[in-house]
């Protein structure tokens, strides 16, 4: 396989002046992409890009004359000055002109140059680091301890012994260290090159033009890639529900989250918390059928007065004071100042709880009103449960009686 540019020997008048002739359009130098990047070239296309050189190629600054033992050949050389003269046409639109094509090729015939002093400095590195550990027989990041230098590679299975054996082992620290230098220095040096022909280029009255209208082309192309990815990463605005509007409508395009709903939802029970709790202080708690009965269960003849009933009851008009037994007219006494006492001090002890409660709702938190609605409901149920002894005992003294 033949490097493009290896086979074309400029002719006596200059590089235009072959059988090929000077190219006059981009798409005869190679292959090119988006933003005119050459994407792919061929050897006759290698060969006509460097006919747009005014001079011929001998004329460029050469590579030294050891290069071609580390590699860079000639070829090489212009396959490097045919790609860039391509690249850059590709990128302004057009050819280039004979003085632009000069200066780029003398600049990237320099940067070929110092590409190729990577092999001699990589070579010493390698050699330094080798000789520095020669006594001990070092490896890069590694020296053996139990190593045998009079057999390669080891005492069981020595495939050289004496001289020839130090020698391999030599050899073979060398190979490490060259291989280890080519990682680091390698890329370095070239990008060093690299770079250096990128300011000359900068530098050189000869390529302003060119430069300006290269860079013009090349902020263009990322402002319209730039603009591209915006519009596809653009999300879509929510669109505003109108007043009255449900959840279910169309106008809502996104659901709402999951965290609204869990507040509206905890607000809704807190407000139906506090709302059974206003309800609970002006009512009173009715009592069953049962207990509206329980006078039926006290003999008339006993005088204790039944337990007197929460829910008002119609009054039963009093008897003559002149007439009835004295048990009944007892009786009949402490049930009027029974219920009168008890009714009054349970409706009173209600009031005032009622009323704090109502003054604790404008001052206390949510947790401190929850905890005085528990408060509460402990001091009814103590109520309670002493209606209910006071109602055994009645019964326990009616039938005493």
């Not at 002109?97 to 990577?118: F, M, N, V």
Request: proline share 9%; aromatic share 10%.
């Amino acid at each position: 396989m033949s490097w493009p540019g290896g086979d074309w020997t400029p002719s006596d008048n200059g590089g235009g002046g072959d059988s090929y002739g000077r190219p006059v359009n981009v798409a005869s130098l190679g292959t090119f992409g988006k933003k005119g990047v050459l994407v792919k070239q061929t050897p006759e296309q290698a060969d006509l890009a460097l006919h747009l050189l005014s001079s011929p190629f001998e004329t460029l600054p050469q590579l030294p004359v050891w290069a071609f033992l580390a590699g860079f050949t000639t070829r090489w050389h212009k396959a490097w000055v045919a790609t860039t003269l391509a690249d850059m046409s590709g990128k302004l639109g057009r050819v280039l002109t004979p003085e632009e094509a000069d200066a780029l090729a003398h600049h990237r015939s320099i940067g070929c140059r110092r590409h190729s002093y990577s092999a001699p400095v990589i070579l010493a590195t390698a050699a330094y680091f080798a000789r520095r550990g020669r006594n001990r027989f070092r490896f890069p990041f590694f020296t053996p301890t139990n190593i045998s230098p009079i057999h390669f590679p080891s005492p069981r299975m020595a495939l050289l012994r004496g001289r020839p054996a130090i020698a391999s082992w030599h050899a073979l620290r060398f190979g490490a260290y060259w291989s280890l230098s080519w990682l680091f220095l390698a890329g370095a040096i070239g990008g060093w090159a690299d770079t250096s022909y990128m300011v000359m280029v900068i530098r050189d009255p000869k390529c302003k033009a060119m430069l300006d209208v290269a860079v013009q082309a090349t902020r263009e192309a990322q402002r319209k890639r730039l603009e591209g990815t915006a519009g596809l990463q653009q999300p879509p605005h929510p669109e505003t529900a109108a007043p009255g509007s449900d959840d279910a409508s169309p106008s809502r395009p996104y659901p709402a989250p999951a965290y609204e709903s869990a507040a509206g939802a905890f607000q809704g029970e807190r407000a139906q918390q506090q709302q059974q709790q206003q309800q609970v202080a002006p009512e009173q708690s009715p009592r069953g059928s049962s207990k509206e009965d329980d006078a039926f269960l006290f003999d008339d003849a006993s005088p204790v007065a039944p337990a007197p009933s929460q829910r008002p009851q119609s009054p039963t008009p009093a008897p003559p004071t002149g007439s009835g037994s004295a048990w009944e007219r007892l009786r009949q006494q402490a049930k009027q100042g029974g219920e009168g006492g008890w009714n009054q001090g349970e409706e009173q002890s209600r009031q005032t709880r009622a009323q704090q409660r109502a003054e604790q709702q404008y001052t206390y938190s949510p947790d401190e009103q929850e905890k005085a609605y528990v408060k509460e409901l402990a001091q009814k149920e103590f109520d309670a449960m002493l209606e209910r002894e006071r109602r055994g005992m009645g019964d326990s003294g009616g039938g005493k009686s």
